[in-house]
């Protein structure tokens, strides 16, 4: 399954481009409201604003990053413990578990998005519809579903998933 490798690498080549993307602007605004605001005493007010979004952005990507990577934080005392072919199957249990948690998350965002207190709200400074800054959320939970739905599909077939 080549295939899906290679579109597990692309969403995975997308998913770090817009979390470098969103770090970055967030460097920058936090930089220049530190210059203004102490510097020239005239603080930038969406600044704040723009860095807590961005970091909102940040998370959910760079889940969606660590769940293809396998460096999301997991508790692996009592699995490192049984044999081998114990540990496989714990972690293919454990991966049909997370997949399905996912997908409840990703569908029930895509439901608060929806919300008519989301959709008809704008951000205080931005003033950008606050269905753009949770949109985020459904964004980062659909990445981490395909890269779940991959993992699950490479070890049913016994392929390996590049990283």
Known sequence: MPYLNKAGRILDRLARWLVQITVAVMAVTVT????W?????NP???????ARY???WMTFIGAAVALRSGELVCVDLVVSKLPRRWQRGVAFLVTVINTLLIAFLFYYSIQMVNLPGVTGQRSPALHVPMNIVYMGIPLGMGLMLLQSLLQLITSVTGNEVDK
């Not at 605001?37 to 005493?41: A, D, E, G, Q």
């Not at 930038?44 to 723009?50: G, M, R």
């Open 32 to 35: 220049f409201q530190v210059i």
């Open 37 to 41: 605001r102490y510097f020239l005493k």
């Open 54 to 56: 961005g970091l909102v």
């Open 44 to 50: 930038i007010i969406w600044a704040e604003e723009l």
